[in-house]
T-cell receptor
Framework: QQKVQQSPESLSVPEGGMASLNCTSS?????YFWWYRQHSGEGPKALM?????GDKKEGRFTAHLNKASLHVSLHIRDSQPSDSALYFC????????????FGIGTRVLVRP | GPKVLQIPSHQIIDMGQMVTLNCDPV?????FYWYKQILGQQMEFLVN????????KSKLFKDQFSVERPDGSYFTLKIQPTALEDSAVYFC?????????????FGHGTKLSVL
């Protein structure tokens, strides 16, 4: 079983709409989470981190973490065509330095 | 923004041959990483490297794998000999330090095809 699971596998939203992505960890050692985004032909690029329970907002992106359930989500408000990409949830434990465990990704398509 | 460069973007070799994947990390970064992504699967940690030494490696980092960064030049991943299951996209990444709260900067990846 993958230690970091993402849903849905893919998501289509209209331009201006809200995209919601989910991520769950099966390992209680994972307490810190990152969201990375990868456009076609490029490497992953860090979007934002969330290390504490609750919400964290950066521009149009809001992450939410619930450590008790090991669930983290990412919400993209006012989605733009440039948000079309593969989104990865990545987790790490306090003792793992910067060794990220990635999910398989959610492909987001923003329809103009 | 800061960029990690990977050379080449695609490498095709015959099974059993040696291959070297090259990475030019962000200039002031001290920690370097290799990740492996097989088509349709998640990206997986291979190794991280600091101050000339391997700090951590995963089970995927087989004995045939080695990394080095001689005299501040490219950070390289060498596979000798290659096997069919080494076919994947290999991503290099770097960070200023190895702190948990620090983002990694990834290159575009090198697609390795072992025939």
């Amino acid at each position: 079983q993958q230690k970091v699971q993402q849903s849905p596998e893919s998501l289509s939203v209209p331009e201006g709409g809200m995209a919601s992505l989910n991520c769950t960890s099966s390992d209680r050692n994972f307490q810190y989470f990152w969201w990375y985004r990868q456009h076609s032909g490029e490497g992953p690029k860090a979007l934002m981190s969330i290390f504490s329970d609750g919400d964290k907002k950066e521009g149009r992106f809001t992450a939410h973490l619930n450590k008790a359930s090991l669930h983290v989500s990412l919400h993209i408000r006012d989605s733009q065509p440039s948000d079309s990409a593969l989104y990865f949830c990545a987790a790490l434990s306090n003792s793992a330095g910067n060794k990220l465990t990635f999910g398989i990704g959610t492909r987001v398509l923003v329809r103009p | 923004g800061p960029k990690v460069l990977q050379i080449p973007s695609h490498q095709i070799i015959d099974m059993g041959q040696m291959v070297t994947l090259n990475c030019d990390p962000v200039s002031n970064h001290l920690y370097f990483y290799w990740y492996k992504q097989i088509l349709g699967q998640q990206m997986e940690f291979l190794v991280n490297f600091y101050n000339g030494k391997v700090m951590e490696k995963s089970k995927l980092f087989k004995d045939q794998f080695s990394v080095e960064r001689p005299d501040g030049s490219y950070f390289t991943l060498k596979i000798q000999p290659t096997a069919l299951e080494d076919s994947a996209v290999y991503f290099c990444a770097s960070s200023v330090t190895g702190a948990s709260n620090e983002r990694l900067f990834f290159g575009h990846g090198t697609k390795l095809s072992v025939l």
